[in-house]
């Protein structure tokens, strides 16, 4: 049986017209949701279904063809969620309606245009633009076919090209929780990346809500995205804002350059990413990327013109139009305010702008006793002045203070320059490294002290037993 989805009359199967209504129902589809919609079938006697283009959690994708705009091709996507459960139901139909909501009130060339929101029987559709391309899930897997990834140089690119979009999307209160490759499509025409897929859109309530005393009850909030892509907070708690974003455009610029899911970039004991042992970027990169996925949301950024700000140059263009929708951001005050992740390596010893995380300050006994030989493993080239004192030309004129002045130097400074100019793992790295060579360093001056006064009273003993026989 057929029920005509314009009157809703139960009709034979072999009929071709609606007993009740008379319309045509020889290419309208059952009202069963978890039949899948056939090729030329026609719902609301406009969209004409020309394919299956995908299928998520919440529902099916379709290409169908629009005979009220000129037969120009449309994505159709019906909720169709996985558990039919009346809760689940009702919490899939208010996502998409969301969706609906939320893609009207967006315009950006890199984000499907939205047309309409409707119901046909017991299914809801909506109606956006087909995005003519591939997503770059399905451009990566195909790399790793021939022994590729994405390079530096293309996530530069692709960053350019997709934080704009977040800044508007953001700058509007709205944040997508759901990026990942397989989220964000290649258009086929100019080649510019074109996020979709916005079921999981929400509003910014408070930019209070992470890190705020009081934040909401995790019973009130949707929880949404990919494991390994969303944040911890986000997963857990339902708690997103604009950083959540970042993070997840982040681990997919990991996934892109690895050809690695995020599962297999962490340690799963300690949560520490371990993607700096599987790329070779340049330190600014590295930085950017430490920051962009820190497990802290204090401890990332907060506003996509923030790492636009920071991104670094590649040899691609981008066309003004792609870069059109760039919306200043001001970053947030007060807990929003980013703190740094992980900015070792910078390079620039003497730039005072790139702030030392606090926990490293202090006195190095390390660079103190051993500049000469500190100075090599931490990179912290300055340190080799101290070996000036090892030439008897110089000797005369140094009086042999070289050693001791840069060592106090390198004591005072020595923890600040080595995380400058050295990439570390992490802070408790840094310490280990410093700590051993603290330990190194007192092994050898009190060996060399305990020589010396084993010296002296050899020759305390030897100057005794003389003067007796004297």
């Known amino acids: 049986m057929i029920t005509c989805t314009n009157c809703g009359k139960v009709n034979p199967t072999d009929g071709r017209f609606c007993s009740d209504c008379g319309v045509p129902i020889t290419r309208l589809y059952t009202s069963t949701p978890s039949s899948h919609l056939t090729s030329g079938t026609c719902l609301r006697d406009r969209y004409i279904i020309k394919r299956e283009l995908g299928q998520g959690g919440f529902g099916k994708t379709y290409l169908a063809e629009d005979k009220g705009r000129f037969n120009e091709l449309v994505t159709l996507k019906e909720l169709t969620p996985v558990n039919q459960g009346t809760l689940a139901l009702q919490k899939a139909e ?8 939320m893609l009207h009130q967006l315009s950006s060339p890199q984000i499907p245009r939205f047309w309409e929101f409707f119901r046909e029987g017991r299914r809801l559709f909506l109606v956006q633009d087909y995005i003519e391309g591939k997503t770059y899930q399905s451009l990566l897997e195909e790399r790793i076919a021939i022994g590729q990834t994405f390079s530096e140089a293309e996530i530069i690119q692709i960053l350019r090209q997709l934080l704009p979009v977040l800044s508007y999307i953001h700058t509007v209160g709205v944040i997508h929780r759901d990026i990942s490759p397989d989220n964000i499509i290649c258009r086929t025409r100019d080649k510019t990346p074109v996020l ?9 309530i408070q930019p209070t809500t992470v890190g705020s005393q009081n934040p909401p009850a995790s019973s009130s909030l949707t929880r949404l995205g990919k494991v390994g892509y969303a944040p911890e907070e986000q997963l857990r708690l339902g708690i997103a804002a604009s950083h959540s974003d970042l993070y997840a455009l982040g681990v997919t610029a990991l996934v892109l350059m690895t050809g690695k899911q995020p599962q297999d970039l962490i340690d799963p004991n300690t949560l520490n990413w371990l993607w700096q042992d599987k790329l070779s970027l340049s330190q600014q990169m590295s930085h950017l990327l430490s920051r962009m996925v820190a497990p ?8 996509a013109e923030e790492i636009l700000q920071q991104l670094p140059a ?18 947030p005050q007060g807990t929003f305010q ?5 900015n070792s390596g910078c390079g620039k010893l003497f730039d005072e702008s790139v702030k030392v995380p606090a926990e490293i300050a202090g006195w190095n006994w390390g660079a103190f006793w051993l500049p000469g030989f500190w100075c090599l493993s931490n990179q912290v080239w300055l340190g080799l002045i101290a070996w000036v004192d090892i030439s008897f030309i110089t000797l005369p004129l140094t009086l042999g203070l070289t050693w001791p002045i840069v060592g106090i130097v390198l004591g005072i400074k020595g923890n600040e320059w080595a995380w400058k100019s050295r990439r570390w793992q992490s802070i408790k790295d840094f310490k280990r490294h410093q700590r051993g060579w603290a330990f190194v360093s007192w092994l050898i001056i009190s060996s060399l002290v305990g020589l010396l006064l084993l010296i002296l009273v050899l020759i305390l003993i030897f100057g005794i037993a003389i003067a007796g026989i004297g």
Do not use: W, Y
Request: charged residues 15%; proline residues 8%.
């Open 94 to 101: 208010e996502l998409f309606q969301r969706e609906a909501v």
């Open 196 to 204: 979709i897929d916005l079921g999981g859109v929400k509003q910014i």
């Open 296 to 303: 802290q949301p204090a401890e990332r950024f907060h506003s």
């Open 314 to 331: 590649a040899n691609t263009d981008v066309s003004t139009t792609q870069m059109s929708h760039t919306i200043p951001v001001t970053p």
């Open 338 to 342: 980013p703190a740094l992740v992980n």
